[in-house]
Every structure is written in structure tokens, then in C-alpha cells.
């Protein structure tokens, strides 16, 4: 535990009081009701849950789901499954593409120590990957799927006859072993309306079964269907074409995705608690010690939670300004702001300060904090 006073914002038994703000804290029975739900809605699904971790870059959120029923973590960059893994994870799928020559090798050395897999959209890195893995000796197999674009206009195969002739070079790439479809509509995890999500879905998951299918028919098994988000796994998961699940948002929840219809009843858990240092006389404006090196505002300003007429109005790189008409806050008030987006937020702490009761209960550190590389 580091030093008291120093380090971290606070210690095991302090009152909420006494956190130094801003800070990242965790209401954590919300956290683990949240977590309990996302299991039992993968269990009624018949699917596998395999949480992101880039959302909250923590080997603490992991290992809470995992001894909750999940079957290990996804994350998206090499060093982020690295500084996992270094804390023992060690189920972890890389979703997303590694290309560069220093990315593989240290791809192929942590796949060495621990269960992992990698996306792969094109033949060339495929290659690569090969002539590291065979390099590296050891009777050593890498799991690799074939990233799909199945509407997200990110990166993925463009249409299923590249998938399938990725999927094949594969299969025959010594070293590799062809482990399914990875196929993630990220834009679809913020359609608000649950109308429109599920139309949107709807071509997305034919064409992921239609790809699936020629995989199947050219002979190869395509064992794993992986994808979905906090958005849409209500939808994908019973779809009957995923096997598993990855999101990742549910665990905190954040205020964009409050605003999505249909996804769950999952709760607010991850807060941004700061205190209030200035309230101009004569102004119904409050300031509070939070600014953007403490909350990302790419997907809107925080929410004040339990305070009804508050607002925030603007944030700074130290400060955020709240409208306060009914002049309720004072001068060392702390408030508890909801961010709106939860996966920058994170990167931007050292901890996570968890709270029961009233009281900090534990510190967690954000493990794979800055590991973007």
C-alpha cells in the first residue's frame, strides 16, 4: 500500500470525507450487483462473458469478474494485456489488430506465459505472426481470428470471401490456430433508441452468420463468435450466432450509456468525487476541483448525481463550473459527478478508491493505466 497521505487519496477505514479529490471512486456494492447481473444475463443467453478491459484497465475489475462467472478479459493493446497478464490474468483476447514487427514480438513472448488470442483483417500480419511464433519454438500456437467488419467501417475483412480466404491462411499458417470470428459493431452500442439498435443489428448479424457459414463450408470450425458491448449484448447474445460477449461499460456505467433504451438496468457505480473550492458572491456559480485531467468530456459533460438543479456547465483543465441556482453547495461540499464516458475517464487515474458504507473499503490500482502502446 503506498505511503499515507502521499500516494493514493485515501486508506481502508477513512470516511468519504476524508478522500482527496478530484478521485475515482467505486460505490461497490452497485459494482458487484452489476457484475452479478451481466453474468446471469450470459448464462440465460447460453453464451461465454469475456469483458473488456480497456474500459477500466484493472487486474482488481478483472478478477472480480472472472470469479464471478466470466471466462477471461479482453483488452485492446499489447501492453494493456501485458501489465493484465503481469497480475495474473492469464485468459486474454486481443481485439484488435498487431501489426507492428515489436508489437508481435512481444505478443509471441506473452503468449508464452499466458492463454492468448489476436485479431488479425490481413493476410500480411498473419505472416508475421507465423514466422515470430515458429521463430520462437516451443511447440508454441497462437490463436488468431479473423476482425470482420460487420458495419462499424473500422478495420475488419470487407466482404466473406475475404474472411474466408483470411480464416484459410489461418488454418495453414504454421504456428497459428484459426479460433473463429471476432465481429464488434461499435457504433451500434450508442444508438439510443432500441428500435433503431435493433434494425442496425439485424443486418449485422445476418452478415455475421452468413460468414460464419462459409467458413463452416470451406471446412474450417468456426468454434468462437465474439462480440457485442454493453449496447447491444442483450441482442447479439440471443442471436444464437455469438458465443461470447465482451462488454465492458456495464460493470461502471457511465451518463452515455444511462441514456441507451433497453440494455439491461444496469447502475451508475463509477464516480469522479470532488469538492467544491470556489462560489463567487453574488453568482449562482460553483466551482469544483475537477477538470479535464481528472474526467474526459469526448462524450458530454459529467452529471452531478443526487443533487437535483446542479449542473455542470463547463470544465478546464483544473476546474469544473456548476450552475447552482438554488445556491445548495458550499465551499468544501463534495459532489459525486457522473462522467460520460467512462473508459477515458479511467486512463486518466492512478486509483480506484472503493467505497461500502460510507467508507473506503479498498484502493485498486489502475493497472494498465497510459499502457496504449
Known amino acids: 500500500m503506498p505511503e499515507p497521505g502521499y500516494d493514493c487519496p485515501a486508506q481502508p477505514g477513512d470516511p468519504v470525507a476524508a478522500i482527496a479529490t478530484p478521485a475515482l471512486i467505486v460505490d461497490l456494492d452497485a459494482f458487484e450487483r452489476n457484475l452479478d447481473r451481466m453474468a446471469a444475463f450470459a448464462r440465460e443467453l447460453g453464451v461465454d462473458l469475456r469483458p473488456h478491459a480497456k474500459m477500466h484497465k484493472s487486474a482488481d475489475v478483472a478478477r472480480a469478474q ?10 485492446q493493446k499489447v501492453s494493456e494485456a501485458e501489465a493484465l497478464a503481469r497480475a495474473g490474468i492469464s485468459d486474454i483476447l486481443i481485439a484488435n489488430e498487431v501489426v507492428t514487427p515489436g508489437a508481435i514480438a512481444r505478443l509471441v513472448r506473452l503468449a508464452a506465459r499466458a492463454r492468448i488470442a489476436v485479431c488479425a483483417d490481413d493476410p500480411g500480419p498473419v505472416g508475421a505472426l507465423s514466422a515470430a511464433v515458429t521463430a520462437a519454438g516451443g511447440g508454441l500456437e497462437l490463436e488468431v481470428l479473423v476482425e470482420m467488419d460487420c458495419g462499424g467501417a473500422r478495420c475488419g475483412t470487407q466482404d466473406v470471401a475475404q474472411s474466408v ?6 488454418a495453414a499458417a504454421p504456428g497459428l490456430r484459426f479460433g473463429g470470428l471476432q465481429s464488434y459493431y461499435g457504433g451500434a452500442q450508442h444508438i439510443y ?19 460464419r457459414d ?3 463450408a470451406a471446412g474450417l470450425p468456426c468454434a468462437r463468435v465474439t462480440g457485442a458491448g454493453t449496447g447491444t449484448f442483450l441482442i447479439e447474445g440471443a442471436s444464437g450466432v455469438y458465443t461470447e460477449i465482451q462488454p465492458g461499460s456495464y460493470a461502471f456505467m457511465d451518463r452515455d450509456y444511462g441514456a441507451v433504451d433497453e440494455i439491461g438496468g444496469f447502475e451508475h457505480a463509477l464516480f469522479v468525487l470532488a469538492s467544491v473550492i470556489s462560489h463567487p458572491a453574488g453568482t449562482d456559480r460553483a466551482v469544483c476541483d475537477m477538470g479535464l485531467k481528472a474526467v474526459a468530456v469526448d462524450s458530454g459533460l459529467p452529471r452531478v448525481a443526487g443533487l437535483d ?7 478546464s483543465d483544473e476546474h469544473c463550473n456548476l450552475h447552482d441556482p438554488a445556491g445548495q453547495l458550499r465551499i468544501g461540499d463534495q459532489l459525486r459527478l457522473i462522467p460520460g464516458h467512462c473508459d477515458p ?5 492512478d486509483w480506484y478508491v472503493g467505497l461500502r458504507g460510507g467508507q473506503v473499503e479498498c484502493l485498486w490500482p489502475v493497472t494498465a493505466r497510459g499502457k496504449v502502446f
Open 66 to 75: 472472472i470469479a464471478r462467472g466470466a471466462v477471461g478479459t479482453c483488452c
Open 165 to 170: 480466404a483470411l480464416a484459410q491462411a489461418i
Open 193 to 211: 433508441d432500441a428500435t433503431a439498435r435493433r434494425a442496425a443489428l439485424a443486418r449485422s448479424i445476418a452478415l455475421t452468420a452468413t460468414t
Open 214 to 216: 462459409a467458413i463452416e
Open 309 to 315: 438543479g446542479v449542473e455542470a456547465t463547463g470544465v
Open 345 to 349: 475517464t479511467c486512463n486518466l487515474h
